[in-house]
């Protein structure tokens, strides 16, 4: 399939300070900062590495994806998952936070391709921010028409209706419980939207199940597929190899090479869901 790769800024580290920390729901928020000067302009996928703000408690930055970038502010979306995530959500306007970025390979643009991104969780992240940089690039190259969203959450409180006009953007909503929209997972609604619109690719982000079973859509339908995973990270520059995953060796012709490993943070997160070994990526 004929696709461009995104330029990628370099990463740098950066101080900025927190300008709201708005809660969605009751696991969810947006982290809001100000956009420090120097921020290059990230691409779709691409994340930050976050200092937890703790007098040295936590060692390990927390990687987080862009889900918007303005000339003003750089957003997150954010599930409270840990102590971490807790502290970063318990930060009030003014903070300071301390992260490395914006870090990562980014989606691919796909000229006059048609894509069905698939969304469950905080994958919403990366494909929702996909769907603002496209549109905001005016890239004849590709059209925004051609994107479209799935997005499944638990409930409809895990839907943001009230904060992100998801619905009213034309994305397709699901949720487990069936509390809005199709009943079911986000792709268990992309399989159903597959037959009704067929598309040239598929891309995908969130747990590590729903992307499994949005490979095997893509393999039916036999189409390209890109996803964006997360593994637990350490350095998050590919120097420590804490977030290695063994990919086909395939493109490695001639060599006697049978696996070999990629790191998510410098290699990915986003690949090409065919060189992943599936069964054997660990869970995040
Ligand atoms: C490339 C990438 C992008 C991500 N984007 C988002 C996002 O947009 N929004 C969001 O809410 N979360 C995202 N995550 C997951 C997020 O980093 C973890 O949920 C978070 O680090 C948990 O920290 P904690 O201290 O609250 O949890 P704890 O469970 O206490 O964390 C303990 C350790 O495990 C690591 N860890 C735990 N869960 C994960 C996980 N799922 N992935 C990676 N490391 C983990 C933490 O970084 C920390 O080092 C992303 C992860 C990766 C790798
Ligand atoms: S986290 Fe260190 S190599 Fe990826």
Request: hydrophobic share 40%.
């Amino acid at each position: 399939m004929n696709f461009t790769r995104i330029e990628i800024p370099k990463p740098a580290r950066f101080v900025s300070t927190v300008v709201e920390n708005h809660q969605l729901s009751s696991r969810y928020f947006l982290m809001v900062l100000s956009k420090p000067e120097g921020f290059p302009d990230p691409a779709p996928g691409s994340f930050l590495h976050m200092a937890v703000p703790t007098s040295g408690r936590f060692f390990l930055r927390r990687p987080f994806s862009i889900f918007d970038c303005n000339g003003e502010t750089i957003t997150l979306l954010i599930v409270e998952k840990g102590e971490g995530t807790r502290i970063l959500r318990e930060l009030g306007a003014g903070e300071t936070v301390d992260f490395l970025g914006p870090l990562g390979e980014a989606f691919p643009l796909l000229p006059g391709q048609r894509i069905l991104a698939v969304a469950g969780g905080v994958g919403l992240a990366p494909l929702y921010y996909y769907q603002k940089f496209v549109s905001r690039t005016l890239d004849k190259r590709v059209c925004p028409e051609c994107y479209q969203l799935v997005y499944g959450g638990r409930s409809e409180e895990d839907l943001f209706l009230s904060a992100i006009d998801l619905a009213d953007e034309g994305s397709l909503l699901a949720t487990d419980d069936g509390s809005y929209g199709f009943r079911g997972n986000a792709a268990q609604l992309a399989e159903v939207e597959l037959e009704r619109n067929p598309v040239d690719a598929l891309f995908s982000c969130g747990p590590t199940p729903m992307l499994k079973a949005v490979a095997d859509l893509a393999v039916q339908a036999g189409i390209a597929h890109w996803v964006s995973l997360e593994n637990r990270m350490a350095c998050a520059v590919g120097a420590c190899r804490s977030c290695v995953i063994p990919v086909s060796a395939k493109e490695q012709a001639g060599k006697d090479v049978k696996e070999r490993y990629k790191t998510v943070c410098h290699d990915g997160p986003v690949f090409n869901a065919n060189e992943v070994i599936w069964e054997r990526l660990p869970e995040p």
